[in-house]
């Protein structure tokens, strides 16, 4: 069997014609395997939903209980059967319940990797590397110039800022799913014990990391009372980043900006959102975690997704590794 016959890109996304079902397909399919919560991931509609119980839980919270006909958990590292193709979930490290999915059948073996990190990260399982013949990588940062400074380091950074600046707010955008809690466990982690406000829109699933056994600290709605502004001055904020375009972030004490963000990289970028102190936190794997893990997999041909495709095509290329990009639509970057 070739690999083509195996898995290959459709306009609903990666499709299994022997098993006759979608890898986190972009529009309503009958049978959707989903790699995490992500947005561009997981949608609502599908017939059947097969995914790690904590996603299958993540898809509950932002999408109500009949987001799908039916749910099928996968345990991780469990070996099951889906119309005759062997079918396993594998830890991505991405956000809480991310996972690879292992798709073999006809003597081979595809790994889709979803979205994924290799660094530790104290809210979800790391990632784990599996063996395979065709490796399906992410290549969000598939460029050499992303390598991603220390957590602590940028952690640290926004700490310090706020003892230069303890009359100021500082607001921190974060995505809603990972991104926010691993911020607020960060910081957590650096010694920051105050209460830390959030935006309205986090609390829910703030509410499902703390029921997981992931203590985030005091938290506390980011809501102006009768103390004013003034009742943020030296407080952090963190917010979904859509929320700080908006009226909601004016109402904060001489605000200093942060963004969370692997995209904080680029100052063009930074500057154009208007961000005071950028912060370098990506929940995806920089160019040296990339290459790494393709070489961990063992895998003899790589098809690279959603992203700077080209460039990690051509280093595969050049390391004597088969590739090709697979120019899949519809995968933002809402995890960065």
Not at 138 to 159: K, N, Q, S, Y
Not at 162 to 171: A, G, M, N, S, V
Not at 179 to 197: F, P, S, W
Not at 305 to 329: D, F, K, Q, S
């Amino acid at each position: 069997m070739r690999p083509s016959d195996l898995l290959q890109p459709r306009p609903q996304g990666l499709y299994c014609p022997p098993g006759d079902f979608y890898i986190d397909p972009v529009k309503p399919v009958a049978r959707a395997l989903i790699t995490h919560g992500h947005a561009d991931h997981a949608r609502a509609g599908h017939g059947a939903v097969m995914a790690t119980r904590e996603t299958l839980e993540i898809m509950a919270i932002r999408y109500g209980a009949d987001f799908t006909g039916s749910r099928q958990e996968a345990t991780l590292g469990e070996r099951v059967s889906v119309n005759g193709v062997e079918v396993s979930f594998h830890p991505a490290g991405h956000v809480l319940g991310s996972a690879q999915i292992r798709v073999a059948h006809g003597g081979r073996c595809i790994v889709a990797s979803g979205d994924y990190k290799r660094r530790r990260d104290p809210t979800c399982q790391g990632f784990e590397p599996v063996a395979c013949d065709v490796f399906i990588t992410e290549a969000t940062f598939g460029l050499p110039v992303f390598r991603h400074p220390d957590d602590a380091g940028e952690i640290a950074r926004l700490l310090a800022s706020l003892e230069q600046f303890p009359e100021r707010t500082h607001l921190v955008g974060a995505y809603s799913l990972g991104k926010a809690q691993r911020v607020i466990r960060l910081l957590r982690e650096a010694g920051y014990d105050e209460t830390i406000h959030i935006h309205g829109a986090l609390q829910k699933l703030c509410d499902y990391f703390e029921s997981e056994g992931i203590a985030l600290g005091p938290l506390s709605p980011a809501t102006i009372g009768n103390g004013g502004k003034s009742a943020f001055a030296g407080k952090i904020v963190v917010g979904p980043p859509s929320a700080f375009a908006d009226r909601w972030a004016r109402r904060f004490s001489d605000p200093v900006s942060a963004f969370a963000s692997g995209w904080m990289r680029i100052r063009q970028r930074a500057k154009q959102r208007g961000v005071e102190l950028p912060l370098i936190l990506s929940d995806h794997s920089d160019w040296d975690e990339l290459v790494a893990t393709i070489a961990d997999t063992g895998a003899s041909e790589v098809w690279v997704t959603h992203g700077r495709e080209e460039a990690l095509v051509r280093w595969c290329e050049i390391n004597g590794i088969a590739a090709r990009p697979l120019h899949l639509v519809g995968y933002e970057d809402e995890g960065d």
